[in-house]
């Protein structure tokens, strides 16, 4: 009783990491639409997160050893090219394929996961990761439409797909030996120096709009620090399968804030398939034992 009342307490903090991501593709559009640069949006974001999580630290009077710093810097390199790459995609498809693409991250995950880790991959993890999927895939905005023929930007995605699944995978192998604050304050340190050196190199530093600049701070304290702490801490006591399955929420409630905010209009092809990303979600975590149990009493 006590295993199944943590794990749902990991599974509720990783829902509201989710949420939280899902604002942040409205914060994001409204910072590039204002004029903000990619490396400019990443270094502040991570900068923010950089600084609280430090504070945080000084506060608790933990310390960085060797064995957090390899882990942060790994971490911290991985989540760098996996928005790099996302980005560069866009430069060359469209953001309906782009969001799509990235989504395959969900079905990376368990397979990667095996490769790495020998992790097994049951029949359900692999039922979920096709159902949250396709419902990502209607969600997309893609499904209606006629796609396009493949492209480098299409390949870029399909790379910040791998990336993001390696991210969970490899966090899900460094959360039970390592303290999840250090390790999270570590990443988004090595994060903000090489998203720095990228702004630089590049002269992004200079194209900075307020309202841009909100927009970043908001995804700096919410986005970034708040939501993977509270992945770090959510992931310790759950597969990374079932961790991504979660997470893969987040496109259903950026979809519902967008159609709210007036960006999309609802349709029904937007019913199923976040119907079908919570059915993935409830296969990853139950296994269907609800539907076997009624079965064997009758």
Not at 219 to 237: E, N, S
Request: proline letters at 1%; glycine letters at 6%; hydrophobic letters at 50%.
């Amino acid at each position: 009783m006590k295993t199944f009342i943590n794990n749902l307490k990991s599974e509720l903090i990783l829902f509201i990491v989710a949420i939280i991501w899902g604002t942040g593709f409205i914060a994001t559009k409204v910072a590039v639409d204002n004029g903000m640069q990619t490396y400019n949006i990443m270094f502040i974001r991570f900068l923010i997160s950089t600084i609280l999580l430090y504070l945080m630290l000084k506060f608790r009077k933990i310390k960085v050893d060797k064995s957090s710093f390899i882990a942060g810097t790994i971490l911290g390199t991985v989540l760098v090219l996996a928005y790099l790459t996302q980005t560069f995609g866009l430069y060359y498809t469209t953001p309906a394929k782009n969001s799509l693409l990235t989504g395959l991250s969900v079905i990376f995950v368990p397979y990667m996961s095996y490769l790495i880790f020998k992790t097994k991959v049951d029949k359900y993890t692999f039922i979920a990761s096709i159902l949250a999927f396709i419902g990502m895939y209607m969600l997309s905005g893609n499904f209606l439409e006629s796609v396009d023929g493949f492209n480098k930007g299409d390949f870029y995605t399909i790379l910040c797909a791998v990336l993001f699944a390696l991210h969970i995978v490899i966090t899900g192998y460094y959360v039970n030996k390592i303290n999840t604050v250090v390790l999270a304050y570590v990443q988004f340190l090595v994060a903000t120096i090489e998203s720095l050196i990228l702004a630089i190199y590049y002269g992004h530093l200079t194209s900075i709009s307020t309202v841009g600049l909100l927009s970043s701070i908001y995804m700096g304290v919410f986005c970034t620090f708040v939501a993977y702490t509270l992945q770090i801490i959510g992931q310790k006591r759950l597969s990374s399968s079932t961790v991504a399955v979660i997470l893969s929420l987040e496109v259903v409630f950026a979809t519902i804030l967008s159609i709210f905010l007036g960006y999309d209009k609802f349709h029904f092809i937007i019913l199923v398939g976040s119907v079908l990303v919570f059915l993935g979600i409830i296969t990853s975590e139950t296994k269907l034992d609800f539907i076997f149990k009624n079965n064997k009493r009758k």
